[in-house]
C-alpha cells in the first residue's frame, strides 16, 4: 500500500512540473511572437520610406514619436497624394498596427542633424512583454539609411 502512494506522489509531482513546463512555454511562446510583431512593424517602416523617398529627404519621416493623428487615404487606387500626405498616412497607419502590441508604441528619428538626404535613421517599436516576473519593457531597434531619392 505504501508503493502506491509513493508512486502517485511521484506521478503528482511530475504532472505539476510538466504542466509548469507547459505554462512557461506559452509565455515565451507569447513573448517571441510579441518579438516577430515588433521586428515586422520596424521593417514595414523601413519599406514605408524606401517608397516615399521624397518624404524621407524632406524630413517628413525624421522625428516620429507615436503622437501623430490624422491621415490621408492615400492608398487608394484613385488617390494622388503628395510625399508629405504619404509620410502621414505611413505614420498614422504604422502608429495604429503598433497599438494592438502591448503597450506598443513606435519611433522613428534621424541620426544627423539637419537630417540631410540619405541619413542613417533609427526606429525603434516598444511594447511590455508579460513575461514571467510581470511586465517587462521590451525594444526593437533597426538603423538603416534609406536611398536618397536624388540618387
Known amino acids: 500500500m505504501i508503493e502506491v502512494l509513493v508512486t502517485s506522489l511521484v506521478i503528482g509531482v511530475a504532472l505539476l512540473g ?3 513546463l507547459v505554462a512557461s512555454g506559452f509565455r515565451y511562446s507569447h513573448g517571441a511572437d510579441l518579438l516577430t510583431q515588433a521586428v515586422n512593424q520596424a521593417r514595414d517602416m523601413a519599406d514605408r ?3 516615399n523617398l521624397e518624404g524621407v529627404d524632406a524630413g517628413y519621416y525624421a522625428a516620429v514619436d ?4 490624422g491621415s490621408t487615404n492615400c492608398y487608394a487606387p484613385t488617390e494622388i497624394c503628395t510625399p508629405a500626405q504619404l509620410a502621414n498616412a505611413d505614420i498614422y497607419a504604422w502608429n495604429a498596427a503598433n497599438d ?10 534621424c541620426n544627423v542633424i539637419g537630417c540631410p538626404a540619405g541619413s542613417v535613421h533609427t526606429i525603434t517599436v516598444s511594447w511590455n512583454d508579460p513575461g514571467a516576473s510581470g511586465p517587462e519593457a521590451k525594444s526593437y531597434i533597426l538603423t ?3 536611398l536618397s531619392s536624388s540618387y
Request: hydrophobic share 35%; net charge neutral.
Open 49 to 51: 520610406m524606401r517608397a
Open 66 to 69: 507615436g503622437s501623430e493623428t
Open 100 to 109: 494592438a502590441l502591448p503597450s506598443g508604441n513606435g519611433t522613428v528619428s
Open 18 to 20: 510538466l504542466g509548469a
Open 144 to 146: 538603416f539609411t534609406p
